[in-house]
């Protein structure tokens, strides 16, 4: 089994190295000029060579990329110009923001969609699967940043229900003791159900705006399965042999057909931690997507490295990680080498 | 000669046949089917038969809500909204299938080679499209916009690079399984090239799935496109695109002018929405097994 | 707080406790009264104005946690707003001083005491000067603008008693005493954090206020907030009345907008024109606006560049900008015309003022048939993306008045991390721009902008020698005080830049700022950052 996650993760370093080389590359080619950027408004050719020398973009760009990976090796992401923080650091504390409001626009997106594609496998070309259909095509068509807008809208502009949209929590409450960074896992850990409350009600809308757009592929996905499991034999057989139908379908069908739903999970994560991107910039989340997006516009490389790097990091590790779960749960199943 | 033409004429009817039969059992598809009909007429006549000039300013007439003579409304400028909204259609539709076509020709045949081939032409797009899915595709796409510069070209390029991974995948995956089918020993056996049996037989077969593949991924270059818009990578003002309309007038919502960015944001969702439908249908249409 | 423990014990008992925000709300309201909460777009990424590429924002952490030692003193304006007095020096560090011929000698507070309680001295002055004027980039140019360039000039005499030698006699050495950059540091402390590669610990104060002004920054998250206690023990002014102030950074100008509308936040700064326009009608909200002196958004042609090395093609151009339109769809009201004067030549010895063009097509199509040019040319209109809510459409609206004489301008946005590169190059033939001095006299704008030396800001590479005299005259004039050579050589310069036109004054903008009703006491500042100290809430 160890030697089996070592050789799956060996193949993963060809594409990791890539990432590195391309991003390092594209970063470079960006066609701002941060010495002009950072040297002032009212700088003189001569200063902006001099804040270019502070900052080595004056040497040549294999020796760029040597000190780069040099620094990398030794954990080094470098420091972000715009806000002036060590990139590892600015990521740590803005990580868990995205990967909280991702997990629970995932949750919320399971909720409907599994049911939603359970039902339309079970009556396939009624009304009900064609309703699953639209709603689900419906939901992916939709641009998360107008979604997002529109809610902002209604909820808060119009109804008044939904908070303010200003990132994780109300002003007035202050961030419960970091334990794991979610806020709502470390205010129930601080036993503090004001805060908890606080926090919940920031994340509805943009939990909401994700998960509505990650319905379609894992309803696509659960009713693809379930369809192919319900007409399989041991399906059949429990039929045949008199079983109660909610007893076929919960404990042999859907068992068996959230096997491919879980790896597709992967995947729609890896998609929704790019859409956070737009979610976050329209609720001003302090996560890293909205990071590394004004990094970009700045022309500051070392974010925008640091976080395509972490990026691809958690999808190698992610997809890793679903490998080895469905080893688990299928012993059929081989990871290939 | 006159044999295969009969005989491809009766395959041509009867796909035709099942394609009937596809549209009356899924009216969704039809629908869709109508909605593609009409996106194609905005976007081929959209600018003759559009009311107002969708560039010309207006300032005595600006920020007026949807009325009998500005059916979306005007925006800042005074510019129609309903003109706009039209006009850009043949832009954003323009993206989506330049782009698609790109991709397909990228990722499309270099899936099929790796797939026909296997050993290193396999080795090496595989790892390609691997590190691609490496990213965080929306960034990369951004990334690429931006290191390129906000034109057309590179709107459409960096949507079609953060597609390549799938279409890879799926064209390797088709073309690995008919690399030994019976139809290619046979032409191997007559002599064929390899390169000729790729392009003349094992391509062909795979199309029809390639071009269900393309109609989904239109929605998504689409949204793409409109993505980068809205955070200020888009094409050039004052073009309009339905992206750079919402984002426009994404600052006006909250002071009640909904109707800037609420017709284009339609607009881009029924587009993003018809493609889709119209994918699944089509998929009905040439892979029934597969629907999903 | 009593109310809120209540509160905690009455929710603990309850299984789940969901709580209602408005009782939230309520328990927090006594801490809300001495809190002031406000939103600006995007935040400080270094404390320190001495630090390398320091923004704006951060420029405001530095105003309100620094001392220097005089300050501007304040005046009311004709609106009844108050603004900073530019002619008005008052104390703030400094009890007292003696301006001499070639030199000013400062008296310090003797009671005066850093954030962590060392007494401030001359000492500290001088090494804070010492560092302005050495560690280069825009602290030490800003310091030489006012003709302060060498430590030498900066004399620790005792404790309490600090002079500057000045290297010439210039009229701005005085009033570039009293902007951000002299600021007066914890030397002990900073040099405590100070290492062999960085000498005047810049990494440190980036991230830490080492200073001794009204406020300390006491929590902070890059581009999310920033939080300020006052200083207890402050003494170079009255103590401010806010104990504590929070700085969001909310990216959407929708949501800032909507967040001061509903009365969640106390001060919404960077909102669109349409927005303040919109709140200052609804009346729920007070809305001040003032115009920012010395700037001007304007359209600049590159001189260097053919066709506009031809003066009748700016001329041209100048009669055909839709000014009127961009007032009302634009800026919505919100700014100063720039147009529209009885002629070209210059009322008084004041800047900004209106220039005389106005759009006039026969005029503008006949300057362009003089020039060869009668059936247009081609060209390329750039904006900063940056500040795309004015520079778009203000591009779209000149662009359509341009196809009008037939020139077609392909309209090129550039994002804001490119803008000051692409200015330095000085390539782009056309660009709508936006620029203004911090010290307010036209002679100091026109040098930036006008003048031969071919600052940055001289975007359009406008050199001329008689241009150059004018300006050079004017500036030995004010030095001098000889008002008579200083009006004649100010309304010169002015009467020349726009007969010559190589930039097109657009408008003069406003710096708009929506409060709730129960904020009072905001004054206008020369840097247009928010100072906390005069506010007052309730």
Redesign the interface.
Known sequence: MLMMVLKRLAT?I???I??VI??FL??R??????A??????????Q??E??RK?LGLDQPLPLQFVRYVGDLAQGDLGT??????RVSA?IA?RLPASAELTLLGLLFSLSIAVPLGVFAALKP?SLID?AC??IA??G???????TG??L??VF??LL?WA?????RL???FSAPPTVTGFYLIDSLLA?D??V???AL?QLVLPVLTLGIFSIAPIA??T??SMLAVLSSEFVRTARASGLAPSTVVITYALRNALLPVVTTLGMVF??L???N??VE??F?W?GI??????A?????FAP?QG??LT??VL??ALNLMIDILYRVIDPRVRIEA | MSDMTASQQTGFAAGLAHARYVLAANPVTGFAFGLFVLIVIAAAFGPYIVPYDPLASDTAAALQPPSAVHWFGTDQLGRDVFSRVIVATRLDFLIAVTSVVLVFLMGGLAGVAAGFFGGWTDRIFSRLADTIMAFPLFVLAMGIVAALGNEVENIVLATAIVNFPLYVRIARAEANVRRDAGYVQAARLSGNSEARILLGHILPNIMPIMVVQMSLTMGYAILNAAGLSFIGLGVRPPTPEWGILVAEGAGFMVSGEWWISFFPGLALMVAVFCFNLLGDGLRDIVDPQRRT | MKRRDFLKTATATAAVSLLPAPAIRTAWSQSRQETLLFLTESGPNNFDIHGVGTNRPGYEVSWNCYDRLMSYGSKTLPDGTLSYDRDKLVPELAEEWTAGDMSATFKLRKDAKFHDGTPITAKDVKWSFDRAVTVGGFPTFQMKAGSLEKPEQFVAVDDHTFRVDFLRKDKLTMPDLAVIVPAVYNSELIKKNATEKDPWGLEYTKVNTAGGGAYKVTRSQAGTEVVYERFEEWKSGPLPKIKRVIWRMVPSAGNRRALIERGDADISFDLPSKDFAELKAAGKVNVTSTPIGNGIWYLGMNVKKAPFDNVKVRQAVAYILPYQKIMDAVMFGLAKPMYGAASNSASAPVWPQPHGYKPEIEKAKALLAEAGMANGFETTLSFDLGLGVIGEPVSVLIQESLASIGIKATINKIPGANWRGELVKKELPMIVNFFSGWLDYPEYFFFWAYHGQNAVFNTMSYQDAAMDALIDGARKAAAEGDAAAYETDVKGFIDKAFAEVPRVPLFQPYLNVAMQKTITGYQYWFHRQLDYRTLVKG
């Open positions: 993963t060809p594409s990791l890539g990432v391309v991003t594209l970063t080619a960006l066609p701002g000029d941060p002009a950027y950072f040297a002032g408004a009212a700088a003189t050719p200063a902006v001099e804040v502070q972000s110009l715009t806000t002036g923080q600015d504390a070309g064609h259909r639209v095509t419906a992916v068509s939709l641009p998360v940043f107008f807008l529109i902002v809208y808060y502009y008044g908070p303010a949209p200003l990132g109300d002003i007035f036993g159900g004001e908890f409350w606080a009600k696509r996905i009713r693809a890896s998609f931690l790019g859409a991107v737009l910039k329209v001003a302090p997507g909205s990071y590394a997006v004004e970009l516009i700045a022309s500051d925008v976080f395509v990026m691809a999808y190698v």
